[in-house]
């Protein structure tokens, strides 16, 4: 639960049905899914080199403008996704997945590598 619930804290004011709510990464991930997020980004923001040049997209993703602004309007080899193929209540959602996702251990601390 540690690092599941990081996201809630994120508030993105959307006009859903008129109120402002906290984004769910819960949610996020199933719309990262939905959405086909994974088929170059990996199931957990990891990247690939042969898919999204290694970019990783969690943990700590980009901040929210510039993730934004990105998807809405890239024209590299990921195709924008407007409103209305990906809505922001589900862009917020995908935010907060990447946010939980929580960093791997590190190296030296992997007793199989000493």
Request: aromatic share 10%; with cysteine; hydrophobic share 40%.
């Amino acid at each position: 639960m540690k690092h599941g619930f990081v996201a809630l804290g994120f508030l993105l004011a959307i006009g859903w049905h008129g109120e402002t709510r906290a984004a769910s990464a819960e949610h996020g991930k199933d719309a990262f899914i939905r959405h086909g997020c994974w088929e170059c980004h990996g199931t957990v923001g990891q990247g690939s080199i042969a898919t999204s040049g290694g970019k990783r997209l969690a943990p700590d993703p980009l901040p929210w403008e510039t993730f934004s602004a990105f998807v809405r309007s890239t024209n590299r080899a990921m195709p924008p996704y407007s409103e209305q193929i990906l809505s922001d209540a589900d862009l917020a959602d995908i935010y907060a997945y990447l946010q939980s996702i929580p960093k791997p251990p590190d190296v030296n601390s992997l007793s199989l590598l000493k």
